[in-house]
């Protein structure tokens, strides 16, 4: 057995080592995702955040090792609550936030393009004034205790549909000397090459998310945008281009349900060959979901499994596919929603929890010290009693919130199956880069 990934740092000094017991049935624990490679099996602990390698036919030789490092458990060992105790204790010992040092900043709510499928339809359409932009900028000055550069994360709406309160915010953190970084998550539209000049200059714009629905036939009616412009997808394609070029990390996503999966096939084609090779370029699929607007459902949850990964597959062996590295912390906190050191500023100053802001649920403002805990704490209760939840693999690095609309559902067979082939490619992925590297020595 040889390790590839130590365990965290921080799971492993509260798991520390389990015994080996003479006379005690061990199984393998509901925590591992396991992954085929050339020279075995790799077992990746997602609690443990640990990866070793089992050669073929080294089971029996490994057994005890496995069972100090909690790969094997005993037959009625509940691991759940197991993991449930390592992070409550681990919540407990880490400290406190002081300061806040991620924003996330919708400039608008409103947008220039109609997506049939958009999450907001039917919600106000609001843009941050100047006096709001100069009060987000000063309150984020405030909130940061200015140890630490700022990570700032516009979104919207269209967020470059509002450029004036991206350039007031960025122009008063320039002129107080504050250390900051920002990504975007945008249609590309706005994103030419004199924006794009200014926003790698004053507003430090270092990547963007840009959403691709289909070919450029299917693109364009898709987008429905309101500007005038001939052909908007191949302006989406040139401003990506000079984005990448100018250094830039650009993740397409490409938004699919069942009316546009073959289109999107031949979308991967096109993309992939155009931006092939430049390394600051991935892209992945996202099944579109239903909010309030309508989506085109595949008759079953298998067709529409089988379609996701032949797309995903087909990306991966372009080499374009998004696969983030394994996690180096114990999972504490779902996303920005639950985590203290992130702030959700919307165009008219309210605070929020989540960008995927719901009217009515927000915390506070940048306007007043006052804070609605009840609600901040609400945004941090765990659903985690699915019945798929007591076996699942992904327990220790799944954290589900009540309020988050895309747990509205449940936990589908879709969601894990998905989640399952993230973690795989994960661990490929790794093992890969390990073998690299030792090669290299």
Request: hydrophobic share 35%; with cysteine.
């Amino acid at each position: 057995m040889t390790e590839i990934l130590a365990p965290i740092d921080a799971a492993a000094k509260l798991c520390g080592q389990q015994k080996v017991k003479a006379g005690v049935n061990y199984r393998m624990t509901h925590h591992c995702v396991e992954a085929a490679c050339d020279e075995g099996r790799l077992l990746y602990h997602t609690l443990l955040g640990s990866i070793c390698l089992i050669p073929s036919g080294g089971e029996e030789e490994a057994r005890e090792e496995l069972i100090r490092r909690w790969y094997l458990v005993p037959e009625a060992f509940d691991e759940n609550s197991f993991a449930d105790e390592v992070r409550k204790v681990a919540s407990l010992i880490k400290p406190k936030a002081q300061h806040k040092d991620h924003f996330t900043i919708l400039t608008t709510t409103d947008c220039n393009a109609r997506c049939r499928y958009c999450y907001e339809l039917g919600r106000k359409r609001v843009s941050m004034t100047r006096e709001t932009a100069e009060a987000a900028a000063e309150y984020m000055i405030r909130q940061s205790g200015g140890d630490r550069p700022l990570r700032l994360f516009w979104f919207g709406g269209e967020p470059l549909y509002n450029i004036p309160a991206i350039e007031t915010i960025t122009g008063i953190l320039n002129d107080r000397g504050i250390a900051f970084h920002s990504g975007t998550t945008s249609n590309g539209f706005y994103l030419t090459p004199d924006v794009l000049r200014k926003a790698r200059e004053d507003w430090h714009l270092e990547n963007a998310q840009i959403t691709i629905d289909g070919t450029q036939g299917v693109y364009n009616r898709v987008k429905a945008y309101i500007d005038d412009c001939e052909n908007p997808f191949e302006r989406v394609l040139s401003n990506i281009d000079a984005a990448l070029a100018s250094g830039m990390r650009i993740l397409i996503r490409l938004n699919m349900d069942r009316n546009n999966a073959a289109d999107i096939s031949d979308a991967i084609d096109e993309l992939c060959g155009r931006f092939h090779g430049k390394g600051n370029c991935k892209i992945y699929v996202a099944l579109l979901r239903s909010y309030k607007s309508k989506v085109a459902a595949f008759d079953s949850e298998q067709e529409q499994l089988a379609c996701y990964f032949a797309l995903r597959e087909k990306i991966k062996g372009y080499g374009m596919l998004r696969i983030p590295p394994l996690s180096r912390q114990l999972k504490l906190n779902r996303c920005k929603a639950d985590n203290d050191t992130c702030e959700i500023i919307l165009p008219d100053g309210q605070l929020d929890r989540c960008h995927h802001y719901t009217e009515g649920e927000q915390v506070g403002s940048i306007f007043r010290e006052d804070r609605d805990q009840a609600m901040i704490d609400a945004w941090k209760e765990i659903q985690k009693d699915y019945q798929a939840c007591k076996t699942c693999p992904a327990y220790p690095v799944c954290l589900n919130l009540k309020k988050c609309d895309w747990n509205k559902d449940g936990c589908t067979q879709t969601d894990r199956a998905i989640h399952r082939r993230s973690l795989e490619d994960q661990i490929l992925q790794h093992y890969e880069r390990a073998k690299t590297n030792q090669a290299g020595l």
